[in-house]
């Protein structure tokens, strides 16, 4: 023995403890979190499988890049809400409708190509303002049943916009019926000029993987933006105001106000998320198409690690491409081995059961 | 020995390392009233607790020491246990279903029942209440208390006075009742109730019940009880005879303990000059509090002590002043007027606040201690940001923020790993400097201050105390300092005002005798009211 173990430091340091290597697997296991583990697990394997089974791993991983950047936005759009104190927004829906709106006023202009973009951003978040400030106020009434209150106004306004999409005077024959002449197609194609417009802008191929950089980086911006917002003055307010409320009302934060800025802040992210998801699918999907949307970006979120009050970029980031990753590789991988498609099964198994999981630990580490 | 109601032998209670209970007896003997006095923090609800088999008890550890109920060594799992075995208890808050009738409140889950068609098929739970023999049991025990109201009449809206006559009544209601235990039961009363309800328990006495009154009210426990037991500091230290002894020889040996540290004496510079806050007839609205008209002033440079029984009021002022609870009433900050129910002008005008409720106010428990120390500043005065257009997206200045709190973690000796550390990790007195740290953050020039020693060990006590005489030696801070222990108030305070139901009942110097501290506590320094 050349070296006593318990040499202390000079500094003077009370809560640095050596904790044994069985702990500390212990902790990393806790700190990842169990569900965690075992989707990345489930990843693993299936893609272990699809290289046995000589699958197109090249075709997968590109497909995974893909839908990971299409739904980035929409998970990054919850994070505002569990910073703000509202709990996982079900009430997504309500800004996807804000960014279809966008999207439709924009084709209906006939406006194409990065003008197109730029018009169905703009308009969706002038939309979604006023709609996230009035969900905000509307959660502060019903308060500690944010989420049960935004999954049933989501559908409510899902069902509601059905009969605006049929009614409104949209007139670009490329929209509407052809049959008939008013009331717009469940699905509008945007082939041609507007489709993947972000997918192909600096899109590359790296051994056989195409990236489609455009998304990515708009994703990756929207993250920074997000990121740089909780560090402004007023995004300290909304995440102190979350933490510990009547600290927050000791410093002079309202926390009723900071809630309804998280509100608005998530409405506006989900209606960007929507016109770039719409860029990047290729098609506007109205109608019930936004009804179960923030189920799966809430799967997203929660698999990354978030909690129902503490959620952050990292979270966000994990989760998208884990489930994504999953939902992309899981069909073909199955299909090839079992002969059928369980891959829905498992979409709605590990979704429903992330969202199921996360709400019977709530508060736990509050 | 006589055959004893209750006898509790040696009992000893530790919370995290904290002694709270050391070594406790006590007897009851069947028809009297034996009286528990002592200040907050005393001891006497973990007493209570630890004879009730509160969860919060085994949780920790369980406790040393016997609790012998008739003879027997009890050792109660949960309150309905200790129920069961005889113990009836008059909560300090109403345990009441206000939808509910008088009578059926008093029978709840006692309830007489009749068969039934159901229960003839399913079993005795599905037997009929039978409201006529429910009725006259309450009807029976309402008359042993005293309560002439309707035994069917709904309690929600009925004075609280009543409401604490009902919760006695159910208590007497139980057949098996041998032992009592009233929790304050006056506090909430007023005069005349107060002298009904010591009527009734002498009443209740006299039927060979024994009963445990626990209370603040000195003159109260001379009126009615048979034995005393005075508790200090986990302790017993005294049992006393009502008979041979006087209120302010039990107010002495409630407060009375050697102060931590000797006085400096009134220092002369706290004497002149305009007054830092004035304050005019403040009543705060604060759950639990009591604030009805305080009137006082707190002077430049001065440290101004606030005592008081819990619920007089004494933690409201400072919470109200602050505008984290609704108050009426005029304030003058520096001969300015200071609006009230506004956290951002309270801060603005350089006054600030370090709460009682810690953990509740005082911290963001989950952030680094770098931001715990920024935050207020940055929300109500906008410093530590770049600069930028546009006030509330103005970016956080980091190297600010953390060279600040390097400074402060040196100024206040906080014992951390650094700057980064989360404050849930940090212990209590390190995080009390913490939340000391933030309130300096925001340069005020006058500081409240409230329990700032509440669950912090012996050692790091002595050194946030010191801490506050620093800042006002130092940087020449107004203190308003609020604590349920009289002996650092008169370790650090230049005058001490001491609150009784919701009125500043005296101002006494930090060397005033115990006996008139406890006096003015208990509302009965009735002459010699020095405004020193």
């Known amino acids: 023995m050349a070296e006593t173990p318990t040499a202390v430091t000079a500094r003077d340091v009370s809560g640095d403890e050596r904790v044994p290597f069985s702990t500390a697997i212990r902790e990393w296991v806790a700190e990842i979190g169990i569900p965690r583990l075992l989707i990345f697990i489930f990843l693993v394997v299936l893609l272990a499988t699809a290289v046995i089974t000589r699958m197109d791993l090249a075709s997968l991983l590109t497909d995974s890049l893909v ?15 569990v910073q703000g104190g509202v709990g996982l927004n079900f009430g997504l829906p309500l800004g996807i409708v804000c960014g279809l709106v966008g999207c439709v006023i924009a084709l209906n202009g006939g406006v194409v190509g990065w003008p197109w973009l730029v018009a169905a951003m703009g308009i969706s978040v002038v939309l979604a303002i006023p709609v996230g400030w009035a969900y905000g106020w509307l959660l502060n ?3 500690g049943q944010e989420m049960m209150v935004g999954t049933y106004l989501g559908f409510a306004i899902v069902s509601g916009m059905s009969i605006f999409w049929l009614a409104a005077p949209f007139t670009n024959p490329t929209l509407v019926w052809a049959i008939g002449g008013h009331g717009l197609r469940t699905t509008l194609t945007l082939s041609g000029a507007f489709d993947k417009l972000l997918d192909h802008l600096w899109s590359f191929q790296v051994f056989g993987v195409t990236v489609p950089t455009g998304t990515l980086v708009v994703f990756a911006a929207a993250c920074a933006l997000v990121g740089i917002f909780f560090r402004t003055r007023l995004g300290i307010a909304i995440s102190a105001a979350r933490s510990n409320p009547r600290f927050a009302r000791a410093a002079g934060i309202s926390d009723a106000r900071t809630r309804v800025q998280a509100t608005v802040l998530t409405t506006v992210l989900a209606a960007i998320g929507i016109v770039i998801f719409s860029q990047s699918y290729g098609f506007v999907q109205l109608y019930t198409a936004p009804l179960l949307m923030a189920f799966p970006a809430v799967a997203c979120l929660l698999i990354g690690g978030a909690s129902v009050t503490r959620a952050t970029l990292t979270h966000v980031v994990v989760g998208t491409l884990l489930f994504q990753s999953i939902l992309t ?30 709400l019977t630990r709530r508060g736990d580490k509050a | 020995m006589a055959n004893l109601v209750l006898e509790l032998k040696n009992i000893a209670k530790e919370y995290y390392g904290n002694r709270v209970l050391k070594g406790v007896s006590l007897q009851v003997r069947p028809g009297t009233i034996h009286a528990l006095v002592g200040e907050n923090g005393a001891g006497k609800s973990t007493l209570m607790n630890v004879l009730f088999g509160m969860g919060v008890i ?4 369980g406790y040393q020491g016997d609790v012998v109920l008739e003879g027997k060594v009890v050792r109660f799992g949960s309150p309905d246990d200790a129920m069961q075995a005889g113990i009836g208890m008059v909560h300090q808050e109403f345990m009441l279903i206000p939808g509910f009738a008088v009578a059926e409140n008093i029978k709840l889950n006692r309830e007489p029942t009749k068969p039934s068609i159901l229960s003839r098929v399913f079993g005795k739970k599905l037997e009929l209440v039978d409201r006529d023999r429910c009725g006259a049991d309450a009807r029976i025990a309402l008359d042993r208390v005293g309560l002439s109201i309707d035994e069917w009449a709904p309690v929600a809206g009925l004075p609280v006075g009543h409401m604490q006559f009902i919760e006695i009544a159910r208590e007497v ?6 032992l009592l235990i ?6 909430v009363l007023t005069e005349t109730e107060a002298t009904q309800l010591l009527q009734v328990m002498k009443a209740l006495a006299g039927k060979g019940l024994g009963i445990l009154f626990i209370t603040h009210r000195l003159d109260e426990v001379l009126e009615v009880a048979d034995d005393i037991t005075v508790l200090r500091d986990g302790e017993v230290v005294a049992q006393l005879d009502p008979k041979r002894t006087t209120v302010v020889h039990i107010a002495e040996l409630m407060v009375g303990r050697p102060a931590a540290v000797a006085h400096s004496g009134v220092r002369e510079g706290a004497k002149a000059g305009t007054p830092a806050l004035e304050v005019r007839d403040l009543a705060v609205r604060m759950p639990g509090e009591r604030v009805e008209s305080v009137s006082f002033e707190l002077r430049k440079g001065e440290i101004l002590g606030v005592a008081g029984l819990a619920g007089h009021g004494k933690i409201g002022i400072a919470n109200g002043l602050m505008g984290l609870f609704p108050a009426t009433g005029k304030v003058l900050k520096d001969g300015r007027p200071l609006a009230l129910n506004d956290p951002r002008a309270a801060i603005q005008s350089r006054l600030a606040f370090v709460s009682e409720d810690r953990r509740g106010v005082g911290i963001l428990p989950d952030e680094s201690i770098e931001l715990n120390i920024a935050l207020t500043a940055i929300e109500a005065q906008g410093r530590f940001l770049h ?6 997206f103005r970016l956080l200045n980091g190297r600010l923020v953390r060279r600040h709190a390097r400074e402060m ?4 000796d906080i014992r951390c790993t650094g700057p980064k550390q989360h404050v849930r990790r940090l212990s209590g007195g390190n995080q009390q400097k913490v939340c000391l740290a933030r309130a300096m953050a925001l340069e005020p020039d006058t500081l409240m201050v409230s329990e700032p020693t509440r669950g912090i060990d012996v050692g790091a006590k002595e050194r946030v105390l010191e801490l506050l005489r620093q800042l006002n030696r130092d940087r020449g801070l107004s203190l308003l300092v609020t604590s349920s222990e009289l002996a650092e108030l008169r370790a650090v305070c230049d005058r001490i005002a001491v609150v009784y139901r919701g009125k500043i009942e005296a101002i006494l110097a930090p060397d005033a005798s115990d006996a008139d501290f406890g006096l003015a506590m208990s509302g009965e320094l009735h002459s010699g009211v020095s405004h020193g």
């Open chain 2, 409 to 412: 973690i040196r100024a206040l």
């Open chain 2, 182 to 187: 009233f929790d304050e039961p006056t506090a």
């Open chain 2, 58 to 61: 085994r949780d920790t550890g």
């Open chain 1, 141 to 143: 009434r019903t308060r």
């Open chain 2, 173 to 178: 209601d139980k057949q098996n009742v041998r």
């Open chain 1, 329 to 358: 590789v899981a069909l073909p991988v199955t299909s090839q081995v079992v002969q059928g498609d369980i891959s829905e099964t498992a979409r709605l198994i590990i979704q429903n059961g992330m969202i199921l999981y996360a």
């Open chain 2, 387 to 392: 600069p930028g257009p546009l006030e509330p």
């Open chain 1, 67 to 81: 839908r990971a950047g299409r739904n980035g936005i929409l998970v990054l759009a919850l994070l505002p809400a």
